[in-house]
């Protein structure tokens, strides 16, 4: 025992002389290695009390416990003061001179495509809307059957759709998002549903394999086609003059019926006929229509009793009209030259 006792007590000595020659965090952390680690010398030290007899074991190791407190506060209480001292040189050798000009900041700008969606929901929601979203893998049953669009129909083929299984894919419209959304909730309904979508489109000046849609749902008692046309015409008013005006033509939805397709007076000439608008005086932004009550009645809801118009606008078209923009692919290049115009 008195063996244990001696080295105990000579590590403590050597400790507390080495303790006092540490200048540096790092050297504070490598004595406390040396002395207290795993492998240190005061653990290899306590290993050897295997050997003690019953009495002397509570003895040496009430020893070794008061040691390395005493160890681990004198190094605490060193180290504090290297940090101190190393503060303190840090401030006298790494001055800063606060007169110096600053690093000019470059700060970015909201992108064209998300200040249109910003600017057309702030229409609706003006209106009443609420925001929904949904997922951007669907499923097939969302995607086309809830809207009328079973297997084998032919507007599917138009869609180009990705297929990631079977029945799971990359949604083509935004209309899965009013589907879930009839389904959680009782009319009255009124929602705008922004949000990527995903067709196998091949990318020139005016397609894109992404892009983005918002549509839009209310659903109610007494709703008829003149709500559908007043909500739209404020619409182009709010995003493209007080002049703009509208212009529905008759389309075929299978979701929506009666369906249209809604122009909006050119943006570039007012209607008067360019090379924008080809020479009509009218540019196709969106698709509409009335709720198709088959549509209704699979979400739970009584078309007897309620009634409901949808439209689909697509924002990059917004976007390149709003904006000036000539080409859909300058909206994904991420060109900052471009990007630097909508600062």
Same mark, same amino acid.
């Given at each position: 025992?008195?063996?244990?006792?001696?080295?105990?007590?000579?590590? *403590?000595?050597?400790?507390?002389?080495?303790?006092?020659?540490? *200048?540096?965090?790092?050297?504070?952390?490598?004595?406390?290695?040396?002395?207290?680690?795993?492998?240190?010398?005061?653990?290899?030290?306590? %290993? +050897?009390?295997?050997?003690?007899?019953?009495? /002397?074991?509570?003895?040496?190791?009430?020893?070794?416990?008061?040691?390395?407190?005493?160890? /681990?506060? !004198?190094?605490?209480? *060193?180290?504090?003061?290297?940090?101190?001292?190393?503060?303190?040189?840090?401030?006298?050798?790494? !001055?800063?001179?606060?007169?110096?000009?600053?690093?000019?900041?470059?700060?970015?700008?909201?992108?064209?495509?998300?200040? +249109?969606?910003?600017?057309?929901? /702030?229409?609706?929601?003006?209106?009443?809307?609420?925001?929904?979203?949904?997922?951007?893998?669907?499923?097939?049953?969302?995607?086309?059957?809830?809207?009328?669009?079973? $297997?084998?129909?032919?507007?599917?083929? !138009?869609?180009?759709?990705?297929?990631?299984?079977?029945?799971?894919?990359?949604?083509?419209?935004?209309?899965?998002?009013?589907?879930?959304?009839?389904?959680?909730?009782?009319?009255?309904? $009124?929602?705008?549903?922004?949000?990527?979508?995903? *067709?196998?489109?091949?990318?020139?000046?005016?397609?894109?394999?992404?892009?983005?849609?918002?549509?839009?749902?209310?659903?109610?008692?007494?709703?008829?086609?003149?709500?559908?046309?007043?909500?739209?015409?404020?619409? +182009?008013?709010?995003?493209?003059?007080?002049?703009?005006?509208?212009?529905?033509?008759?389309?075929?939805?299978?979701?929506?019926?009666? =369906?249209?397709?809604?122009?909006? !007076?050119?943006?570039?000439?007012?209607? $008067?006929?360019?090379?924008?608008?080809?020479?009509?005086?009218?540019?196709?932004?969106?698709? +509409?229509?009335?709720?198709?009550?088959?549509?209704?009645?699979?979400?739970?809801?009584?078309?007897?009793?309620? =009634?409901?118009?949808?439209?689909?606008?697509?924002?990059?078209?917004?976007?390149?009209?709003?904006?000036?923009?000539?080409?859909?692919?300058?909206?994904?290049?991420?060109?900052?030259?471009?990007? %630097?115009?909508?600062?």
């Amino acid at each position: 025992m008195s063996d244990l006792k001696n080295e105990l007590l000579t590590i *403590r000595k050597v400790f507390q002389n080495e303790v006092l020659s540490i *200048r540096t965090s790092t050297e504070a952390d490598s004595l406390r290695v040396k002395f207290l680690g795993k492998k240190g010398e005061l653990t290899a030290v306590l %290993r +050897a009390m295997g050997s003690l007899t019953a009495e /002397e074991r509570p003895v040496i190791g009430q020893l070794a416990n008061d040691i390395r407190t005493e160890m /681990e506060d !004198t190094l605490a209480m *060193r180290l504090s003061q290297v940090r101190a001292m190393e503060k303190a040189e840090q401030l006298a050798t790494q !001055t800063i001179d606060v007169t110096l000009p600053a690093q000019p900041v470059s700060m970015g700008a909201r992108h064209p495509l998300y200040k +249109a969606i910003d600017e057309i929901c /702030e229409v609706f929601l003006g209106l009443g809307y609420v925001i929904a979203e949904g997922p951007e893998v669907e499923y097939d049953l969302y995607n086309f059957e809830k809207l009328r669009l079973p $297997k084998g129909h032919p507007a599917r083929d !138009t869609q180009d759709t990705f297929y990631i299984t079977e029945n799971i894919l990359l949604r083509t419209q935004t209309s899965p998002v009013q589907v879930r959304v009839m389904e959680a909730n009782k009319p009255p309904i $009124k929602v705008v549903c922004p949000g990527k979508v995903y *067709r196998s489109d091949a990318l020139d000046s005016t397609h894109s394999p992404i892009f983005h849609q918002i549509e839009g749902l209310v659903v109610d008692k007494g709703v008829t086609m003149g709500d559908l046309v007043g909500s739209l015409q404020l619409f +182009a008013r709010k995003l493209f003059g007080e002049n703009t005006k509208i212009r529905l033509r008759p389309h075929h939805f299978p979701f929506t019926e009666p =369906s249209c397709e809604v122009d909006l !007076t050119c943006w570039s000439c007012g209607g $008067k006929g360019c090379r924008v608008c080809k020479g009509e005086g009218w540019i196709e932004v969106l698709g +509409a229509g009335m709720v198709h009550p088959e549509v209704l009645a699979g979400c739970g809801i009584d078309p007897e009793i309620y =009634s409901g118009f949808a439209f689909g606008i697509g924002v990059e078209r917004t976007a390149m009209g709003r904006f000036g923009i000539d080409d859909i692919r300058n909206l994904y290049e991420n060109d900052i030259r471009f990007l %630097r115009q909508f600062k």
